[in-house]
């Protein structure tokens, strides 16, 4: 087996397996809202859209499957965070999500003049009408697709790229948001949901290299490691230009997520351009839906023993009918639900990589961790705590539960030893 080109494959299946239209559609609008500060958010965009998927994929390789994730808090949690996982990457928001960036920047574009619901309303019907065929017939169209779009949006990303650099798109202007740069550029990479994604990315990534003779932990950390560097470069691209070029165009005020990039692709490429790469973005949007239609309906169809079909089916209208509540709607629902379920993503994925296998330290943390989200998305005054001004409330009380679970469990040990 040639090593080095393994790693090469498996760099370039983490990047198209990370690469969707929440990349594209993100750091642009992080650029228009940052403006002269798009280097300070550019660098927290890049811990929770490269570093965090990076490192729960690396996690994988002590867990092994998504079973034992989370179970060392409780099985009943494990089972709670996953349902849960899969709901927010499944129906909830990602699913609905593909068929709203596919009308506003595939076909809106094409029909300016027409009104944009019953536009909206058609496109979502015909997006999860093809999504549910070709999720209940097994097509290699999707495979195809992806393979072919990848290269040509990254294409266009260049091209968008050189002319926006070599060009004068604007100057940035200072910013508009209230928060620290790096906190709100952090905070945003939620939106990607890579690292929500690279939980189950990492089950399948393992299951391919055990499948090729893999199985040492130690060989598949070298191939994930060196794997990862090669998709961090290829998203740390895409990422640092459209942070700047958002940032360039960020006096222009009123625009939607969507209108942000489609905005980007008029000024570098012109009408035509911005046409073509929105529907490359919709093709792509379609390979997402697909992949995560599949996984969702197998999971809920083995969790309820409803059939496979049936969750599809039902999963393709439930999405159907949210996506036509548009991008900007869907993204402000799941802000609360990725504010609770990012920090304790995060904490799991760091006791994992560390190897920790105290329970106790588990229940600790991700309880405290938990409790201190929760109560940061309903606004309870968490500014006492270091840290929480910056948006991150969380990492101190987490550190505290995580050093005094350990003390804690010595003490014990400890005391044990003294009564034997």
Not at 308 to 332: E, N, Q, R
Not at 371 to 378: C, G, L, P, Q
Request: charged letters at 10%; glycine letters at 10%.
């Amino acid at each position: 087996m040639n090593k080095k080109k393994e790693i090469l494959i498996l760099g370039f299946a983490l990047f198209s397996m990370f690469f969707g239209a929440g990349n594209l559609l993100f750091p642009p609008s992080v650029g228009v809202a940052v403006g002269k500060d798009w280097f300070q958010a550019g660098l927290g965009f890049f811990l929770t859209g490269i570093g965090l998927p990076l490192l729960g994929i690396l996690a994988f390789t002590k867990v092994g499957s998504l079973d034992e994730f989370a179970n060392k808090v409780s099985n009943k949690f494990n089972m709670i965070y996953s349902t849960t996982l899969i709901l927010v990457i499944g129906p909830l928001f990602a699913i609905p999500r593909t068929g709203s960036t596919t009308f506003e920047m595939g076909v809106l574009p094409l029909f300016p003049n027409t009104n944009p619901t019953i536009i909206a309303i058609i496109t979502s019907v015909v997006f999860f009408g093809v999504t549910l065929f070709l999720v209940l017939n097994e097509s290699s169209i999707t495979d195809i697709l992806g393979k072919f779009l990848t290269p040509i949006i990254l294409i266009i990303l260049s091209l968008i790229t050189v002319l926006g650099i070599t060009g004068n798109l604007g100057t940035p202007v200072d910013s508009t948001i209230s928060t620290n740069p790096l906190s709100y550029g952090f905070i945003s990479g939620y939106q990607t949901m890579d690292a929500l994604a690279s939980v189950l990315f990492g089950v399948i990534i393992i299951s391919g290299l055990e499948g090729k003779g893999i199985k040492d932990k130690g060989e598949q950390k070298i191939f994930l490691s060196n794997a990862g560097f090669i998709a961090a470069i290829g998203l740390g691209f895409i990422y640092l230009s459209l942070i700047y070029l958002g940032a360039q165009i960020s006096s222009i005020k009123g625009l939607t997520t969507a209108q942000t990039t489609l905005t980007l692709a008029q000024l570098t490429l012109g009408n035509v351009g911005k046409i073509a790469f929105g529907i490359c973005v919709a093709a792509a949007c379609l390979t997402t839906s697909v992949g995560l239609v599949a996984l969702a309906s197998d999971w809920f169809s083995k969790l309820t023993k409803i059939s496979y079909k049936k969750m599809a089916i039902g999963m393709c209208i439930f999405s159907t009918i949210l996506s036509v509540a548009g991008l900007d709607y869907i993204i402000s629902l799941s802000v609360p639900v990725l504010v609770i379920l990012y920090p304790v993503t995060i904490v799991l994925i760091l006791l994992n990589i560390f190897g920790i296998q105290n329970h106790l330290t588990f229940k600790a943390v991700v309880s405290v961790t938990l409790i201190i989200s929760i109560a940061e998305t309903f606004k309870v005054d968490l500014s006492f705590i270091p840290l929480a001004k910056a948006g991150f409330p969380w990492i101190i009380p987490s550190l505290i539960a995580f050093v005094g679970s350990l003390l804690l469990k010595n003490e014990n040990n400890i005391t044990l030893k003294d009564r034997v």
